[in-house]
Structure formats: structure tokens, C-alpha cells
């Protein structure tokens, strides 16, 4: 149980297209999402948190307008990087929480994305 | 402010080793502590947690202990294997923290035959 799936798994762009990436809870409803970036050997950065049905809570320094995230349904988020540049490549990982009364949070496998 | 501190790597071993990487933490409250670990090219998988003081977590060999007085959270595993490297992350959630994660920098563990 506690799957989270990602989609796609990898991703190379043109600089300035936008770039969308899903994230699923295959077998349960996720009431939060989390979206991540990862650089090369370092750690994760916590980019927002989302709940469904409501706008997403960004971390400071994330540029809200530049990493769109919806949360339209209880199994589905997505994080849409507008106008790529190389600079936001990186490895983009989300998570998923089941209800508010558990701590744990359940990965997704990453996408990475290239910008050219 | 809360915060987790890793052993720095990476941690090079021979197969069959005992294996331990370090994690110290600094939170207000009593936080819940985790253990993930990410293989090459994938994302984290929860590997173990502990949720208060005195708590053991332990999973595929690997065990950590909450240990308030000393605040930390260490990994053990008494015989490693090949399959075990990967890199691995100590992190909390602390009480009234909106349950985010925080993460320590990540410690890599590669195991030799």
C-alpha cells in the first residue's frame, strides 16, 4: 500500500516551453501533497505544500508564478514549470500524506527534468 | 529552529559490516523522526520512524532508536549487503510544523563484495 506514482519519469525541454508533472496516490486519497526539488547530491528542498481544493502554500523563495501546482482531486496533483530555462533542471520529486492525523509521508519516484 | 544533522559521506563499506551513520537533531517539542533512503535514479522510500522517546524503528535489518536525552536518531544494520547502497536521509516532523519534513543533507553508502 501508500503508492505514489509520477508521471513522466523524465523529461528534456526547449527553454521557454512549459513542462507539466503529475503526481498520483494510486491506492489511497492523499488530503496533502508535497513538491521537492533535489540537486545533484544534495538534499531535498521543500517547494509547497498542497491540500486539495485549496491554493498552494510555497515555501519562501519559490517563485509561485513560475511552478504552478494543482491539487483538483484527492489522488492527483500536478506541478507545471512555466517557461523553462536550464537553470530549472534538476530531479523533481513530489510525496503524498494520507489524513491529517499521520506524519508520514509517501515519495513518488521523481521526474527529472533537462532544459536545453 | 528545527533542524537535522547527518554524518557527512560517503560511508564505504565491505560487505557484511556493521553499519552506522549518525543523526543528531535540534526541534521544539517532541518531533517524529524517519529514516528514507533513495536508490540511484529514484525517488525515497520510508525505510523506518519512530514517533516518541525510546521508540526502536526497524525494517530490512536496519534499526534506529529515539533517544531524547541525546537527540538523536542513529541507523544501524549489523551486516550490510550490496543491495544497501544507496543514500540515506534522517529527517523529523516536528509538532504544529504543518507536518512538513525536514531533512538532513543525506548520507551515501556504497557497499563492496
Known amino acids: 500500500g501508500a503508492v505514489v506514482s509520477q508521471h513522466p519519469s523524465w523529461v528534456i525541454c526547449k527553454s521557454g516551453t512549459s513542462v507539466k508533472i503529475e503526481c498520483r496516490s494510486l491506492d489511497f486519497q492523499a488530503t496533502t501533497m508535497f513538491w521537492y526539488r533535489q540537486f545533484p547530491k544534495q538534499s531535498l528542498m521543500l517547494m509547497a505544500t498542497?491540500?486539495?481544493?485549496?491554493?498552494?502554500?510555497?515555501e519562501q523563495g519559490v517563485e509561485k508564478d513560475k511552478f504552478l501546482i494543482n491539487h483538483a482531486s484527492l489522488t492527483l496533483s500536478t506541478l507545471t514549470v512555466t517557461s523553462a530555462h536550464p537553470e530549472d533542471s534538476s530531479f523533481y520529486i513530489c510525496?503524498?500524506?494520507?489524513?491529517?492525523?499521520?506524519?508520514?509521508?509517501?515519495f513518488g519516484p521523481g521526474t527529472r527534468l533537462t532544459v536545453l | 529552529g528545527n533542524s537535522v544533522t547527518q554524518m557527512e559521506g560517503p560511508v564505504t563499506l565491505s560487505e557484511e559490516a556493521f553499519l552506522t551513520i549518525n543523526c543528531t537533531y535540534t526541534a521544539t517539542g517532541y518531533p517524529s523522526l524517519f529514516w528514507y533512503v533513495q536508490y540511484p535514479g529514484e525517488g525515497l522510500q520510508l525505510l523506518l520512524k519512530?514517533?516518541?522517546?525510546?521508540d526502536k524503528g526497524s525494517n530490512k535489518g536496519f534499526e534506529a532508536t529515539y533517544r531524547k536525552e541525546t537527540t538523536s536518531f542513529h541507523l544501524e544494520k549489523g551486516s550490510v549487503q550490496v543491495s544497501d547502497s544507496a543514500v540515506y536521509f534522517c529527517a523529523l516532523v516536528s509538532p504544529g510544523g504543518y507536518n512538513k519534513l525536514i531533512f538532513g543533507a543525506g548520507t551515501r553508502l556504497a557497499v563492496h563484495p
Open positions: 498542497s491540500n486539495e481544493g485549496s491554493k498552494a502554500t510555497y
Open positions: 519512530a514517533t516518541k522517546a525510546d
Open positions: 510525496s503524498a500524506r494520507g489524513d491529517w492525523s499521520t506524519d508520514t509521508q509517501y
